[in-house]
């Protein structure tokens, strides 16, 4: 059963860039081609000169019979239901009879041929509402042979015309080989890649950001608003608080801007441990002078693998693990310097550095407590200063994933869709969807195709260099940042703090429709 608002959403009418209104009257204008390296263009041998592509007015052109897969890969992200919504209305534009058919939990389904065609009944129950559950999702890659094979097999099964993946940096490194092997076989399939993920690493000159973050921030800039109300209140207590990021601070900064803390950490700005401790530990002393024994600090979850030492400590961990899975034959391999970093920490952080990996084989960071951890480490210095203080610990990370998308979500999501559907008429492959200007109004926005490959760089996974899409971190040169910058040392004594409230869906356009803080 669906909530009132819920019903009410379903009937909301994104709002989309003029040039999307009407597919026929369009088409895609090819770019120079991207300027790889040779060590990129030899892996993708068929994708590496591929062009930029920009949407154009055009003469009328005729439709024609369009079967388009899709499939969410990763975590949830509010908006990706509108993303199909614009992809079906897209290519039942471009051909009444084009079908659009749903990959049951992600890259699993495309291996295994699990599908369902997702006609208008099944699209318009999922407007403008949030999750993936309409055919779910999953964090399989497509990485051996006979995965590859696999897929190419459902492809030539379901006659598809293209396949577009919604996902974050990851996915779409993997849309980019998917590209390359079905070019290599000859299959005449666009492969499109729909930049997805509320941790807005996923950027770049052309892509602004990836669907989901301002929603995902709108939710936390609420709670964060409620607790410092609550600070206010109580004056007794201090909110620590991770928020989602596995790498990057971008989800911290947005809603640095939006709610004005205490304290707010950025991970690329690299803080050896001594000095964040003692950054928070002044603050909480200062504070009391001033009689608050109370503060809000925002952290972002990437946090600790920033931190130089234990960045350096992370980063030898993961070469050794790659090889060894005695993890007391791991730790004993180590430097001295990382030794003594090692057992420094809390053993809890220990095991967490020691056991938790991700497919990669890498420091699972999203489960290491950091709140806790500084918690542990700020009370041992307030303790030799003869001071205590009463924290509270929260991490902010499910909760923003799969709300109702805001209306800006709503909006950018269904014009990637409907986006998505001209670029897999034009048949064009290996790229990326982007858009521009996307604070500015509708009429504004521009549309790119870009080519993944150029977005590629190479990195260490399980022990061995690989090609993929770097993730973008905040830049501390950005307006936003330093925007920041220039305000949090007021925040830290004066209690400046504001209160988003909930999201909003009605009224007045400004607070409905605005786009991310960090993008003004």
């Known amino acids: 059963m669906l909530s009132a608002l819920q019903q009410k959403r379903l009937s909301y009418k994104p709002s989309v860039p003029p040039l999307l209104n009407d597919l026929s009257a369009v088409s895609l204008e090819p770019d120079g081609p991207s300027n790889l390296p040779d060590k990129l263009c030899k892996i993708f041998v068929k994708t590496h000169d591929l062009h930029k592509h920009t949407i154009k007015k055009s003469r009328k052109v005729d439709g024609r019979k369009l079967i388009v897969g899709a499939l969410f890969s990763g975590g949830q ?13 897209g290519i039942t534009q471009i051909h009444p009879h084009s079908r659009l058919i749903g990959f049951i939990d992600g890259a699993g389904g495309l291996i295994e041929n699990k599908c369902k065609t997702l006609d208008a009944a099944a699209i318009d129950s999922v407007r403008n509402q949030g999750g993936f559950d309409l055919i779910g999702a999953s964090r399989i890659k497509i990485e051996t042979e006979e995965q590859f094979e696999a897929a190419e097999k459902t492809v030539r099964e379901q006659r598809l015309d293209a396949l577009v993946i919604i996902g974050g940096d990851d996915s779409n490194t ?7 092997f079905f070019a290599a076989k000859g299959l005449s399939i666009s492969v499109i890649g729909v930049p997805k993920t509320i941790d807005a690493d996923l950027r770049s000159d052309e892509i602004e950001i990836s669907f989901g973050f301002d929603s995902a921030c709108k939710t936390y800039s609420e709670m964060i608003g ?20 596995r790498s990057a601070s971008h989800i911290a900064l947005e809603c640095a801007l939006a709610t004005c803390p205490n ?12 000095q964040i401790v003692k950054e928070i530990a002044d603050l909480i002393e200062e504070r009391k002078k001033l009689g608050k024994n109370y503060g809000v600090i925002l952290l972002p979850e990437g946090l600790i693998e920033f931190i130089p030492e234990i960045k350096e400590l992370i980063t030898l961990l993961n070469q050794i693990l790659a090889k060894e899975t005695d993890t007391d034959a791991a730790v004993k391999q180590l430097g001295e310097e990382q030794k003594a970093v090692f057992f420094s920490l809390p053993e809890k952080i220990q ?7 991700d497919p990669h084989g890498n420091v699972q960071v999203a489960k290491i407590e950091t709140e806790l ?22 991490y902010f990370g499910y909760e923003g994933r799969a709300c109702l998308p805001s209306n800006f979500d709503a909006n950018y999501c269904y014009a990637l869709g409907k986006f998505g559907a001209l670029v897999a008429r034009e048949k064009v492959t290996g790229v990326i969807l982007a858009i521009q200007h996307v604070s500015r109004s509708l009429a504004e926005w521009e549309l790119t195709a870009v080519p993944i490959v150029s977005l590629m760089d190479f990195e260490m996974r399980a022990g061995k260099e690989k090609p ?53």
């Open 263 to 274: 304290l707010t950490l950025i991970s690329e700005e690299k803080r050896g441990l001594a």
């Open 226 to 245: 409620n607790i410092e109300r609550d600070a206010l209140s109580s004056k007794k207590y201090y909110h620590f608080i991770k928020l989602m990021g």
């Open 77 to 89: 992200a509010p908006g990706g239901h509108n993303v199909l919504a614009g992809l079906f209305d």
């Open 351 to 357: 095991q967490q550095l020691l056991s938790e990996r």
């Open 174 to 180: 993997n849309a980019a080989f998917l590209a390359e």
């Open 468 to 520: 993929v899409i770097a993730k973008a971190l905040v830049d501390l040169e950005s307006p936003a940042y330093l925007r920041f910058a220039q305000k949090r040392g007021g925040w830290k004594l004066d209690d400046a703090y504001q209160m988003p409230g909930p999201m909003q869906f009605f009224g007045d356009a400004e607070i409905t429709d605005s786009a991310p803080l960090t993008l003004k």
């Open 373 to 394: 951890f500084l918690i542990e480490l700020v009370g041992k210095e307030l303790e030799q200063r003869n001071l205590k203080f009463n924290p509270v610990h929260h």
